[in-house]
């Protein structure tokens, strides 16, 4: 089946190898979990529970505070120790509640299953993704709720999930796609329903082979909803590229999927939607690929929010001796941690361990135009780069700085080892 | 590690992405110094030990200038990136065999501090270092820079010693006898700067570059076709010789110009478009000078006016946004 492709972008190694055929292992609840409140774009939810409360699983525990936000909830039994700052994956530490586990076990106090959902009101299932508090589990955490209600004026015709998972070294999809594959397209339908959406399909990237076969299986009675094989080239699963492969339309600039009839969910928010609809689950535990160099058993791990990224090293043999970069995502995107007690949230999807990279960075730029090639925007990220570091805010906004989604192609291939992903994301903070 | 883990350890906190290309500016830069060896040995076969010495002053010049300029500005030290001995090397290729080598020297000098350095160092400069240094040697020792020996294989082409040993100096003057032929014009077996003769060199050096992605084809593309087409269609100025296009292409500094020089990444355009409309101007500036200008040599000046319009140019071609239509030719305000 011939792939699809959009213009720009990188073709790197995607090491996927490492973790793509180690089926999903699920981790006891840790000790302690530390739930940071900002877990979603937009606002983070409130604390609606006292320090000394005991909570149970799937129990609310903060509510949603304001349009766009989200529902967070205990991942364990126990108490509510503390509401305090804790280390969090963004870099910044920031208030979260931590919970003394009491008890193990696999149950959760959660909602009633919707058994009629595919006759259910579109914003009664959107209520209930937003009670479930599911948020864009790729990476985003974009509240995904506000993303099944069309924009007024605009219809959603087809629903895409997002399983080109472009990010090297991320399998949590790819797992999902083969261990859950009826899960996956059940989530499917139900957005397909909440959105409106007459027609859904499953986009993947052509190095899931096993799960596209899985898949076209599981879809064989499905009339409405079809596969999509896509090219491996980074970043592939970026929205707008997704949807220029998928349906050959570019979203415009400065608008969202809508303004082209689409919608985009991640593999793994399906999940946690057909999770929600069907079981009553709400979101409290979540897959993570555990990846990188040096590890012993590095692996795809089902664990609970809020579990601290020293268990799930441990889980995958220990981090290597030595100095090391620890990124909390995938390497072209993810943050570097400095320590092992932050807490896995909503949108962590992987944790990669690399060995440190000394070089000289930000060398002059050699206008060799490298980075224009790569960006699949169609930026000039040498000269936003440029009119960003001189505080030139009219040049950076004439150069269209807003549509740069710092997917860090051309930082990739800058042979001056430039940050222009940090100088362009200074430009946008130079418009406010 | 084995064990319990403390919750502080050694870690990098280094911004997104976190993996790289592995292409780096030394990596470049030798590169392309790596290029050029097929030229360099082209010189040394045609010329002998006059032009190694050439190179070697140009390029020592270059060095120390660079060190002791960087050391003056208190930066760190630049010549391991390998940019000052590509300058040295083009800068020595562009030169007649028998020019002293304190001229050779003088040149580099003056392509390190002024031309480069002067303007911000590597990155900043907005001419041909390397040709901004020929063009004060040329004009400071006029005679010494138009005085061509023949190379050492001259017998072979048929060619004594004289003073108007280049092709395209025999083709003004048309003195068609001392025109070579299309064979020893393409192996370098002609009058002429040590290491421009020889087209074969420069191409194979250019094929590798090309072939690992540290060039583009763009700007050789629409140069050399450039020079070909309109050599091709325009009449020739009165006195002279025509050549074809094939000889045109061969001859002179085009080949080492079109190939090292017009595609020096610092002070050419940065997008596709804008690199076919470089190579076209400096194809168009050539073809006009050598047809019909005082001087039959044309390379060092369009590259060099060219390299002005650099600018220019990059603002009038910038690829289209995703997501946004082109709107006309005029870009928006920035």
Same mark, same amino acid.
């Given at each position: 089946? /011939?792939?699809?492709s %959009?213009?720009?972008?990188i073709?790197?190694?995607? *090491? #996927? ?8 292992e ?5 000790? #302690?979990?530390?739930? +940071?409140?900002?877990?979603?774009a937009?606002?983070?939810p ?14 609310v ?12 909830h205990?991942s364990?039994?126990?108490?509510v120790?503390?509401?305090?700052? $804790?280390? $969090?994956?963004?870099?910044a530490?920031s208030?979260?509640?931590v ?8 149950? @959760? ?8 959902w ?6 009664d299932?959107r ?17 995904a ?17 997002? !399983? ?17 594959t009826?899960k ?23 190095? #899931? ?17 079809f ?5 491996? /080239?980074?970043?592939?699963g970026?929205e707008?590229?997704?949807?220029k ?6 979203v ?5 999927p809508?303004d082209?009839?689409c ?5 793994h ?10 079981h009553?689950? +709400?979101?409290?535990?979540r897959?993570v ?8 058993r ?18 995958a043999?220990?981090?290597?001796d030595g ?13 570097a ?26 060398l ?7 980075c ?7 930026l ?19 150069l ?5 989604m ?15 992903v ?11 | ?7 502080k /350890?050694?870690?990098?906190?280094s911004?997104a ?9 030394p ?6 110094a ?11 076969? @045609?010329?002998g ?15 120390v ?9 208190r930066?760190?030290l630049?010549?391991?990136d ?10 020595? &290729?562009?030169?007649? +065999?028998?020019? +002293?080598?304190w ?6 000098? %003056? ?12 990155g &900043?400069?907005? *001419? ?7 063009? *004060? ?11 061509f ?5 001259a017998?072979?082409a048929?060619?004594?010693a ?8 025999? !083709?003004?003057e048309a003195?068609?006898e ?7 014009? @393409? =192996? ?7 290491g ?5 060199? =420069?191409?194979l ?7 690992m ?9 629409a ?8 050599t ?7 006195? !002279? ?6 000889e045109?292409l ?9 190939v %090292? ?6 002070t050419?355009?940065?997008?596709? #478009?804008?690199?076919l ?11 006009? %000078?050598?047809?019909y200008?005082?001087n ?10 060219m390299?002005? @319009? ?11 946004v ?10 928006r305000k920035?």
């Amino acid at each position: 089946m /011939k792939t699809r492709s %959009f213009q720009g972008g990188i073709r790197i190694d995607d *090491f #996927k190898r490492f973790t793509e055929r180690k089926p999903i292992e699920t981790l006891p609840p840790p000790p #302690k979990a530390y739930l +940071p409140l900002k877990q979603n774009a937009g606002s983070p939810p409130r604390p609606v529970v006292e320090i000394g409360a005991e909570v149970s699983a799937g129990e609310v525990i903060a509510a949603p505070s304001g349009a766009v936000s989200s529902t967070l909830h205990a991942s364990v039994f126990g108490k509510v120790s503390a509401i305090a700052d $804790h280390p $969090h994956p963004s870099g910044a530490d920031s208030p979260a509640i931590v919970i003394e586990t009491a008890a193990a076990g696999n149950g @959760f106090s959660g909602m009633e299953p919707m058994v009629d959902w595919e006759g259910a009101a579109p914003e009664d299932i959107r209520a209930r993704v937003l009670e479930a508090g599911i948020v864009g589990m790729g990476g985003a955490g974009f509240p995904a709720q506000v993303k099944l209600e069309p924009p007024p004026g605009k219809k959603i015709e087809t629903a895409v999930i997002n !399983a080109a998972e472009c990010e090297p070294f991320l399998t949590v999809d790819h797992r999902l796609l083969l261990e859950e594959t009826e899960k996956v397209v059940a989530g499917l339908k139900i957005i397909m329903r909440a959105a409106g959406a007459a027609r859904g399909v499953v986009a993947v990237e052509s190095n #899931k082979a096993d799960a596209l076969d899985r898949l076209e299986r599981a879809l064989e009675k499905e009339e409405n909803i079809f596969t999509v094989l896509l090219t491996v /080239k980074y970043p592939q699963g970026a929205e707008k590229q997704l949807l220029k492969t998928v349906a050959d339309r570019e979203v415009p600039s400065g608008g969202l999927p809508a303004d082209v009839g689409c919608l985009v969910h991640n593999v793994h928010t399906a999940t946690a939607i057909a999770d929600a609809v069907l079981h009553g689950r +709400p979101l409290i535990e979540r897959v993570v690929t555990v990846s990188g160099f040096g590890l012993d058993r590095p692996g795809n791990f089902r664990v609970r929010l809020g579990t601290p990224f020293s268990r799930l090293l441990e889980a995958a043999g220990g981090p290597p001796d030595g100095e090391l970069r620890l990124i909390a995502g995938g390497p072209m995107t993810g943050v570097a941690q400095r320590d092992l007690g932050t807490p896995v949230i909503k949108s962590t999807s992987g944790l990669v361990v690399l060995p440190p990279l000394p070089r000289a960075r930000n060398l002059p730029c050699l206008r060799c135009g490298k980075c224009l090639t790569v960006c699949p925007m169609g930026l000039v990220p040498c000269d936003l780069a440029r009119a960003a570091e001189k505080g030139r805010r009219e040049d950076f906004a004439g150069l269209s700085g807003a549509d740069c989604m710092e997917c860090g192609c051309c930082a990739y291939v800058c042979p001056a080892a430039r940050d222009l992903v940090q100088f362009i994301q200074l430009g946008k903070a130079l418009e406010e | 590690m084995k064990g319990s883990l403390p919750t502080k /350890k050694k870690f990098t906190v280094s911004p997104a992405p976190h993996f790289f290309s592995g292409r780096t500016i030394p990596k470049v830069m030798w590169t392309v110094a790596a290029a050029l060896l097929p030229a360099l040995a082209a010189s040394v076969i @045609f010329f002998g030990w006059r032009a190694v010495r050439l190179q070697a002053a140009a390029v020592a010049a270059a060095v120390v200038t660079e060190a002791v300029i960087s050391r003056l500005r208190r930066r760190p030290l630049t010549i391991g990136d390998g940019s000052a001995v590509v300058t040295g090397l083009l800068l020595a &290729f562009n030169l007649p +065999p028998d020019v +002293p080598a304190w001229l050779a020297a003088a040149g580099a000098v %003056f392509a390190i501090a002024v031309v480069k350095q002067a303007f911000g160092g590597l990155g &900043f400069n907005i *001419f041909n270092p390397a040709l901004g240094g020929r063009l *004060f040697v040329a004009h400071s020792w006029l005679s010494r820079m138009t005085t061509f020996t023949p190379p050492l294989t001259a017998e072979t082409a048929g060619l004594d010693a004289m003073t108007y040993a280049t092709p395209l100096g025999a !083709a003004r003057e048309a003195l068609v006898e001392r025109i070579p032929s299309l064979w020893n014009m @393409f =192996i370098g077996n002609t009058g002429g700067c040590i290491g421009e003769t020889s087209a074969l060199a =420069i191409l194979l050096g250019g094929m590798v570059l090309l072939s690992m992605g540290y060039i583009s084809w763009r700007i050789p593309a629409a140069y050399l076709g450039s020079v070909a087409l309109l050599t091709w269609l325009l009449p020739v100025g009165e006195g !002279a010789v025509a050549l074809s296009p094939l000889e045109h292409l061969f001859s002179g500094g085009l080949m080492l110009g079109a190939v %090292f020089m017009a595609t020096d990444m610092v002070t050419t355009p940065v997008s596709g #478009k804008g690199m076919l409309a470089f190579g076209l101007g400096c194809g168009t500036i050539t073809a006009v %000078f050598r047809l019909y200008g005082g001087n039959p040599e044309g390379v060092s000046y369009s590259i060099l006016i060219m390299n002005a @319009f650099t600018p220019l140019i990059d603002r009038f071609t910038r690829p289209r946004v995703f997501g946004t239509l082109k709107k006309g030719l005029w870009p928006r305000k920035a």
